[in-house]
C-alpha cells in the first residue's frame, strides 16, 4: 500500500469517541480491499503503457508498408513502360534522310499502341466522346464553343485530347469543344 493510500485509509478510520466502531475484521478486510484496487490500478496502468506502445509500432509498421506498396506500385508501372521507352529509342535511331514519312508514322502508331496496352494493363481507361454527346463536367472539359454540322446546341462538336480516368477516378477530363447554345429568343424570331 503507497503511502498516499495508507494515509486516506486513516482517514477513514474512525477517530476516538466516535459512535461507530470498525472491527479489526472490517478494518482488514478494507484494507485488502485497498490494496486490490491498487494492484488493479497498476495492471491497468501497465495495460495502457502496453497499448500505446503496441500502437505506436502499428503506425511505424502501417507507414513502411505502405511506402513499400507505393514504391512497389511505381516499380510495376514504370517496368510496363520500358517497352515503350525502347521503341522510342528505337525510333531516334532512325537515319532521318533514309526513313519514309510513313516508317515514322506506322513507329509513332506501334508506340502508341504500346502504350495503350499499358494504360489498360493498369485500368487507366481512356475519356473519349462522340460529337452530339452531352457534355459531363466530371469528365470534360470544355474549350470552347464551335458550330458543327449536325450538332445540336450545347452539345460536344469534338475532343481536342482525350482523358483518361482510373477505376472511376478521373485522372485528366477529355478536352473538348462544344456547340454554341441557341440564343434566347431565337425561335420565337422564327416563328
Not at 513499400?68 to 537515319?95: C, F, H, N, P, W
Not at 504500346?114 to 485500368?123: D, R, T
Not at 482523358?163 to 478521373?170: F, M, S
Request: glycine residues 8%; without cysteine; charged residues 35%.
Amino acid at each position: 500500500m503507497s503511502k498516499s493510500t495508507k494515509d486516506k485509509a486513516k482517514q477513514h478510520e474512525p477517530e476516538r469517541g466516535d459512535e461507530t466502531k470498525i472491527s479489526p475484521e472490517e478494518l482488514a478486510a478494507l484494507r485488502a480491499k485497498v490494496d486490490e484496487l491498487e494492484s488493479q490500478l497498476a495492471e491497468a496502468s501497465d495495460a495502457r503503457q502496453r497499448a500505446l506502445a503496441d500502437f505506436m509500432n502499428y503506425q511505424k509498421r502501417a507507414m513502411i508498408n505502405e511506402r513499400e506498396a507505393r514504391g512497389e506500385g511505381s516499380g510495376r508501372v514504370i517496368e510496363s513502360l520500358l517497352t515503350v521507352a525502347d521503341y522510342l529509342d528505337m525510333a531516334l535511331k532512325q537515319d532521318a534522310e533514309r526513313v519514309s514519312a510513313k516508317a515514322v508514322m506506322d513507329g509513332v502508331w506501334l508506340i502508341r499502341e504500346e502504350l495503350n496496352k499499358v494504360f489498360l494493363e493498369h485500368g487507366v481507361t481512356p475519356i473519349r466522346p462522340t460529337p452530339g454527346e452531352e457534355p459531363r463536367p466530371s469528365h470534360h472539359d470544355a474549350m470552347g464553343h464551335e458550330e458543327a454540322e449536325g450538332v445540336g446546341p450545347g452539345l460536344i462538336t469534338r475532343v481536342e485530347q482525350p482523358g483518361y480516368e482510373l477505376g472511376g477516378r478521373v485522372l485528366r477530363p477529355a478536352k473538348v469543344y462544344v456547340a454554341p447554345p441557341t440564343e434566347f429568343g431565337a425561335h420565337e424570331s422564327e416563328e
